[in-house]
């Protein structure tokens, strides 16, 4: 019989053929930059809180890569009798085995807590800690409260290392020591599901939930493929067609009531051809007089606040690009990036006021995100706020002018900038660009840039990138401007 980690034994409760495909064939998983991001933020909230949790420092935390798994429990039942604060106890039981985030000594026996980097207790946390408890009781460990410790993102940093305040803690003792049989039958089962050929199971909604799986991949190859997905479709929801092995938009039924976007991305997807009302988008741009600006930013979002006066996962800018478009065709670029590893917020405030000037329209791309972090800059810092908001009072979203005027069967259901520009602007792409393709690899980026253990030579790559990456999103917005305003004679 398998010692099954607790997270094995999740993988199982999201899906059967998760947890076959965990044990007998892990090298099919493919993660997604999402999904070790999440892992990354993890392990920094799980060191800030072994610092919150211990603040003299004289806990004991178990390493399991470099002790091993038979040396960790062992050191475990060692320190258990020391009644000092334990990260990362070991605890093994016929067929399981769980690693806990925090033990810290109470009343005649022991608290848990389990350090989560959401900004609330999710659901399935329920069974997440239910698992925990369930092995370290049946190790013989007397628990006598249960708690999750989750990210406060109304909190603010106030700088100096001081940390205390980031988590709060909820009590699920009640939650967790009530499912104990539940969790029983889980073992059993999990097992029973690993000494038997591989499930056959169907992707859908589980693929995502709780987690994003990374066998997706793999699952959804052995299923038959459709040449036109039925979830290409915006805003609709497949699930109910799936189930009747309808997967393509030419089986889809005539009856079936469809949107007007919809129904354009079904007839565009089916014909091959695309859709332009360019009258529309012409008139949709008139009352916007040049010169115009065309504005995208880059942000961080940390779990864990770097810079005093940030909350949990805030996002905080630090890069924009800016190109101008003059009345003549004119185009100009300035750009900003800061790279020191201060925060970039007041100087990022600064530079933006500068370069977008009194007046003419400020072109975005998805406007809610620009304008949000825009107010937020003038919350931080009320010096600046009048001339930042009124940036704001001039911004123009070219977004809903791409979703109501224009359709390409390139995109697929998405008007994200990066579907929409090689559609409109077959000679430009993110392909062709090095290193920072997307928003995902411009964080990574930045964060490797500004680590005092990045090389110079390397730091420098990075800004080249970064700078390339940001010009060409504003780039893609004058290009798409032009096409839509109908004005494709000019030279930009």
């Known amino acids: 019989m398998r010692h099954l980690s607790k997270s094995k034994l999740m993988a199982y409760r999201q899906c059967p053929r998760r947890l076959w495909l965990e044990i007998h064939r892990p090298d099919l998983r493919e993660d997604s930059t999402a999904t070790e991001a999440g892992f990354q933020a993890g392990y920094i909230v799980g060191d800030i809180a072994r610092k919150i949790y211990d603040p003299k420092q004289n806990g004991r935390l178990i390493d399991i890569q470099r002790d091993g798994f038979e040396e960790a429990f062992n050191l475990t039942q060692k320190f258990l009798g020391q009644r000092l604060p334990i990260f990362e106890a070991g605890f093994k039981t016929q067929g399981a085995l769980a690693f806990a985030d925090i033990l810290l000594p109470h009343k005649n026996g022991w608290r848990m807590v389990e350090v989560k980097s959401s900004t609330c207790v999710k659901d399935y946390y329920y069974e997440d800690i239910a698992i925990q408890t369930y092995v370290a009781q049946a190790a013989g460990l007397s628990l006598t409260k249960v708690a999750v410790a989750h990210i406060d993102n109304s909190w603010v940093y106030p700088g100096q290392q001081d940390y205390r305040g980031l988590l709060k803690e909820v009590d699920v003792t009640e939650e967790t020591l009530s499912r104990q049989d539940q969790v029983q039958g889980w073992l059993q089962e999990a097992q029973s599901i690993l000494a038997s050929a591989e499930p056959k199971v169907t992707t859908g909604k589980q693929c995502d939930i709780p987690y994003e799986c990374g066998f997706h991949d793999y699952c959804s190859a052995q299923e038959p493929q459709a040449e036109y997905p039925i979830r290409w479709l915006p805003r609709f929801s497949t699930e109910p067609y799936r189930s009747q092995g309808i997967i393509d938009l030419r089986n889809l039924p005539p009856t079936v009531s469809l949107n007007p976007t919809q129904q354009r991305v079904k007839e565009c997807t089916l014909n091959g051809q695309p859709w332009f009302d360019a009258a529309g988008a012409v008139a949709d741009l008139a009352p916007h007089i040049l010169p115009g600006y065309f504005l995208d930013f880059e942000t961080i979002n940390p779990a864990v606040p770097t810079w005093k006066g940030t909350r949990p996962y805030q996002q905080v800018v630090f890069q924009f690009s800016l190109h101008r478009l003059g009345k003549r065709g004119k185009l100009e670029h300035k750009e900003f990036l800061d790279l020191s590893g ?132 504003t780039y893609a917005m004058v290009k798409l401007w032009q096409v839509f305003a109908g004005k494709t004679q000019w030279r930009l």
């Open 342 to 473: 201060n925060d970039p917020s007041r100087t990022f405030a600064m530079a933006l006021i500068g370069a977008c000037g009194e007046a003419g329209p400020v072109f975005v791309y998805n406007a809610a995100f620009e304008k949000s972090r825009i107010s937020e800059l003038a919350e931080r810092f009320p010096k600046f706020a009048k001339r930042l908001l009124a940036i704001n009072e001039r911004v123009v979203d070219l977004l809903p002018i791409a979703r109501n005027r224009y359709y390409h069967p390139s995109q697929q259901g998405s008007w994200s900038i990066k579907a929409v520009l090689p559609a409109v602007v077959p000679e430009l792409s993110y392909q062709n660009l090095e290193g920072v393709q997307d928003g995902g690899s411009a964080q990574d980026a930045f964060l490797e840039a500004i680590h005092p253990d990045t090389s110079v030579d390397r730091k420098e790559q990075l800004e080249r990138q970064l700078l390339a990456y940001c010009q060409l999103d």
